[in-house]
């Protein structure tokens, strides 16, 4: 199974994006679905999570600006970013658990001021 993000890009300060993740077979049997991301000089850290009953949760410093959700039609997470940051700036990961984890290959989101 192979994971593969996309959606990310510039965008100024207060601006919105949405990632996506997209398996390459179905998310269904996958027991959580997660977002980290990776500043320069910082380490992989986890933002948010969507388990398979479909209960989120969010760290702080996305709490409140950021959605994670899934379309298991589509075989794909989300994650939807508002009012972004300049402090958002990283790459970002899906990451999934299917008993073993699985990583995605991450997609750079550059937020400017």
């Known amino acids: 199974v192979q994971l593969q993000a996309s959606g990310g890009g510039l965008v100024q300060a207060g601006g919105s994006l949405r990632l996506s993740c997209v398996a390459s077979?179905?998310?269904?049997?996958?027991?959580?679905l997660s977002w980290y991301r990776q500043a320069p000089g910082k380490e992989r850290e986890l933002i948010a999570g969507?388990?398979?009953?479909?209960?989120?949760h969010y760290e702080d410093p996305v709490k409140g600006r950021f959605t994670i959700s899934r379309d298991s039609a589509k075989n794909t997470v989300y994650l939807q970013m508002n009012s972004l940051k300049p402090e958002d700036t990283a790459v970002y990961y899906c990451?999934?658990?299917?008993?073993?984890?699985?990583w995605g290959r991450g997609t750079q989101v550059t937020v400017s001021s």
């Open positions: 990451r999934g658990d299917r008993g073993w984890i699985i």
């Open positions: 077979r179905s998310i269904v049997n996958f027991r959580a």
């Open positions: 969507i388990s398979a009953g479909g209960n989120t």
